[in-house]
């Protein structure tokens, strides 16, 4: 599924780059990694992102 459409990328992405980031993660961080260092523009994909980081975050910390 695409998270952001303005930088596309999908939450395999995401999820790529949060495993292999492998500790507790930004969001900010998290969409400039996946966008190519671009900033959100629509901000409409920040709620699924934050939910995606969010759950990452709790696996890393369990």
Same mark, same amino acid.
């Given at each position: 599924m695409f998270v952001?459409?303005?930088?596309?990328? /999908?939450?395999?992405?995401?999820?790529?780059?949060?495993?292999?980031?492998?500790?507790?993660?930004?969001?900010g961080d998290t969409?400039? %990694?996946?966008?190519?260092?671009? /900033?959100?523009?629509?901000?409409?994909?920040?709620?699924?992102?934050?939910?995606i980081v969010k759950?990452?975050?709790?696996?890393?910390? %369990?």
């Amino acid at each position: 599924m695409f998270v952001c459409l303005c930088h596309p990328f /999908n939450d395999k992405k995401v999820k790529d780059h949060l495993e292999g980031h492998g500790k507790r993660a930004r969001v900010g961080d998290t969409y400039r %990694a996946c966008s190519g260092g671009e /900033n959100p523009e629509c901000c409409q994909c920040l709620s699924t992102l934050k939910d995606i980081v969010k759950d990452h975050n709790k696996a890393v910390t %369990a």
